[in-house]
């Protein structure tokens, strides 16, 4: 009965050694979470960062279209008859700047353009 007890207390005492040399896996998890949170940040970042680089060169982009000098095209005259047309059926001339796809000003000048070539209509 002493050998029992003798031989139990002696290897209690060899698995509470071999406790302290076997690794924590707790410990080991932490650093698991820790280093994919660590990938996470760096990642967040990266995409901020691209996301400000694409935000910036749209800006940039969006400077240049408005820094092109728009044409001063003048409307054909297919499209001046059916300005005439319009405004001679009475439509505002709101109204056919929507339908023609020209601005107001141009719409006015059109019709200016035209009573003046013939004398008022």
């Known amino acids: 009965m002493d050998t029992i ?3 139990l ?5 060899l698995l509470f050694v071999i406790s ?4 924590d ?4 998890l932490e650093k698991e979470v820790e280093q994919l949170t660590m990938n996470v940040l760096q990642d967040h970042y990266l995409m901020k960062k691209r996301l400000k680089v694409l ?3 749209l800006l940039m982009g969006q400077s240049f279209i408005n820094d092109i000098p ?3 095209q003048e ?11 319009l405004y001679n059926q009475g439509l505002e001339i709101q109204q056919i700047s929507k339908q023609s796809s020209l601005s107001v000003e141009t719409v006015k000048s059109i019709i200016r353009n035209r009573q003046d070539s013939f004398g008022g209509m």
């Open 75 to 85: 409307p054909n005259e297919i499209l001046k008859n059916h300005v005439i047309a």
């Open 70 to 72: 728009k044409r001063n």
């Open 25 to 28: 896996k707790v410990k080991v």
């Open 20 to 23: 302290f040399f076997q690794t």
């Open 9 to 13: 207390l002696g290897l209690s005492v």
């Open 55 to 57: 935000e910036e060169e």
């Open 5 to 7: 007890i003798i031989i």
